[in-house]
């Protein structure tokens, strides 16, 4: 692979504009760099930043992907019945069964967090389902904690992911960073160095003052929150370590 790809690299200039995967894939036909190419083309993108994200919504015609949906739903306590969708309008309607009778309410009348739920849950379905990366921005933006949690345990859970789907997202959120949710190596931090550059770093491999790493018993959540792993915002003269004890 390594020869492949330098011959290809000394051959042909490469567009400083173009990937250089990119370029690769276009330009030789080497199958390491098609069967890379192609995962990264399976893996699946969200991003929460953008608040039109959440009204974007995956419709299964299928009924026992609607049952297992519910259901989900039904788990994290979103107490819906069923969906409907009109093809007229294009609108999407949730529905609520009380006392034998089915209301029905606009999806956009929901709250933001039942919103982000119903529109997450599928994609993440069909990437247990299929065994693909989910790559998520802001996963736990509008989230109670339980429901990040809740969807973390879903990758985590082998009876529910069979065929090793993988999830990465980036989050502010500090009460899943615990030991008891993730190893020291699934917790990446990305923080700017001196020249304004992102640099990303896993707790694993990170050293603490005295050269240890830190331990797999330790507590995550209260260490970052005492400056102890970097990668936070600088608050001058606001908040010490002390804040947090």
Excluded at 171 to 200: G, Q, Y
Aim: charged letters at 25%.
């Amino acid at each position: 692979m390594g020869a492949s790809i330098n011959k290809a690299s000394i051959n042909l200039d490469v567009n400083p504009k173009m990937p250089y995967l990119s370029f690769l894939a276009i330009n030789y036909n080497i199958p390491v760099i098609a069967e890379v190419q192609n995962w990264f083309e399976s893996c699946i993108t969200q991003s929460y930043a953008n608040p039109r994200a959440e009204n974007i919504v995956l419709v299964s015609k299928s009924e026992t992907t609607k049952e297992s949906l519910i259901h989900a739903l039904n788990d994290v306590g979103i107490d819906l019945s069923g969906y409907r969708y009109d093809e007229d309008s294009k609108h999407l309607f949730t529905q609520r069964t009380i006392n034998g009778k089915v209301y029905e309410l606009p999806f956009e009348a929901e709250s933001d967090g039942t919103k982000k739920m119903i529109a997450a849950l599928p994609v993440l379905m069909v990437a247990l389902q299929e065994g693909r990366t989910v790559v998520v921005d802001e996963l736990d933006a509008k989230l109670h904690p339980k429901l990040l949690r809740y969807v973390i345990q879903m990758f985590k859970n082998q009876e529910l992911n069979k065929k090793g789907a993988q999830l990465l997202f980036s989050s502010h959120d500090l009460t899943t960073m615990k030991n008891t949710v993730f190893r020291r190596d699934e917790i990446w931090f990305a923080a700017m160095n001196d020249n304004h550059e992102s640099e990303i770093y896993s707790l694993y491999e990170f050293r603490q003052e005295d050269n240890t790493r830190v331990k797999s018993t330790a507590a995550f959540d209260k260490q970052y929150l005492e400056g102890r792993y970097g990668a936070d915002p600088y608050l001058s003269n606001m908040l010490t370590g002390r804040d947090w004890a």
